[in-house]
């Protein structure tokens, strides 16, 4: 039988018991029902007190039925509590056991920190991808949130040590903080930095000036959704045709045309080729929109004859099974 069920049996056997009792006395000795109630939770209980009045021949019978009864329902009663006490602690146990391991294998995964509205609009577009993540919160309503998710996650306060530890700083490719306060903010890339220097840190800024506080603190990149809110509004008005051509592109649903990343790996086919000879545009119909560079030059609209380097990130503009395509080729594979 299920824990709940079993514990809510046995807690409704217990009042029956309790009500029949109460109800006997009041009958059988013509007590008033505190009487009777008292009288019934005494002897249930065995506590050894006398009786509330002198018992008649056929009470004393009465109660020798109370007690062979309902001693066994209390003892029933505390079994079940005990077990669902126990089963439910040692699945939360074991939950947890198996949540930190899978956690420890985590290797080249992003830790956010923060599972607010900015939070869990993140995790819904890593999961989208899917790219691995953990999160960091220590709220108490979000974390049954992201229990419910089914998210990995850290309970604790993200500008200790232990904690980010706990998420797997060491290894992780990247950090967000994405907490309502600046001031946490720049805890959270202060202890980031210093537990990983190479670790790429996002953070998201709230008041003016934060910016600068905050990428004096360590953060490669500072974002405030509130200003690219602000310009995205004013370009919606001004320039809608863009927009929406943006919003079709960098949809995180399965739309037909995407913009996308893909870096290139040194044993690629592609690396050392030049844009023309590549075949991208000819045989894929992938526009190459930009080309980063391993040192972050960045060359927009880039020419035919334009080298593709080892390690360089193409920014493309295509359709979903031909970017799936190109990003077998980028790392590696064959085509």
């Known amino acids: 039988m299920d824990p709940v069920r079993h514990l809510r049996f046995s807690i409704a056997a217990l009042v029956t018991v309790i009500a029949f009792g109460t109800l006997g006395y009041a009958m059988i000795e013509d007590w008033q029902a505190f009487d009777a109630l008292y009288m019934t939770i005494i002897t249930l ?58 956690i420890g294998k985590l290797r080249d995964h992003y830790i956010i920190c923060g599972y607010g509205r900015i939070g869990h609009l993140i995790c819904r577009e890593f999961q989208s991808r899917p790219t ?91 974002i405030s959704p509130y200003t690219i809110g602000a310009s995205r509004m004013a370009q919606a008005i001004l320039r809608p045709s863009v927009v929406d051509f943006i919003e079709l592109a960098t949809a995180s649903e399965h739309l037909a045309l995407q913009i996308e990343e893909i870096r290139i790996a040194a044993n690629s086919v592609l690396a050392g080729k030049n844009l023309i000879n590549s075949g991208i545009r000819q045989s894929m119909g992938i526009i190459i929109v930009g080309i980063k560079e391993s040192d972050g030059k960045m060359t927009f609209n880039p020419p035919p004859e334009k080298n593709i380097e080892p390690n360089s990130v193409l920014i493309i503009l295509g359709e979903r099974p031909a970017i799936s395509k190109l990003e077998k080729i980028a790392g590696g594979g064959q085509s």
């Open 132 to 222: 691995p993540f953990v999160v960091v919160e220590q709220n108490p309503n979000h974390i049954e949130r992201l229990e419910r998710e089914g998210y990995m996650y850290v309970e604790g306060d993200a500008t200790d040590d232990e904690t980010l530890q706990a998420a797997g700083i060491e290894h992780a490719k990247g950090l967000i903080t994405a907490v309502t306060s600046d001031t946490d903010n720049v805890y959270i890339t202060l202890t980031a930095r210093g537990l990983n220097p190479k670790l790429f840190i996002l953070a998201r800024a709230g008041e003016e000036g934060a910016e600068k506080k905050l990428m004096r603190a360590g953060a490669s990149k500072v």
């Open 45 to 102: 209980a065995t506590v050894g007190f006398r009786e509330v009045h002198e018992l008649s021949p056929e009470g004393k019978i009465f109660t020798i039925v109370l007690i062979i009864s309902g001693t066994g329902i209390i003892a029933y009663t505390l079994s079940s509590l005990i077990q669902f006490t126990l089963e439910g602690q040692l699945r939360k146990i074991l939950g947890r056991k198996k949540l930190e391991s899978r």
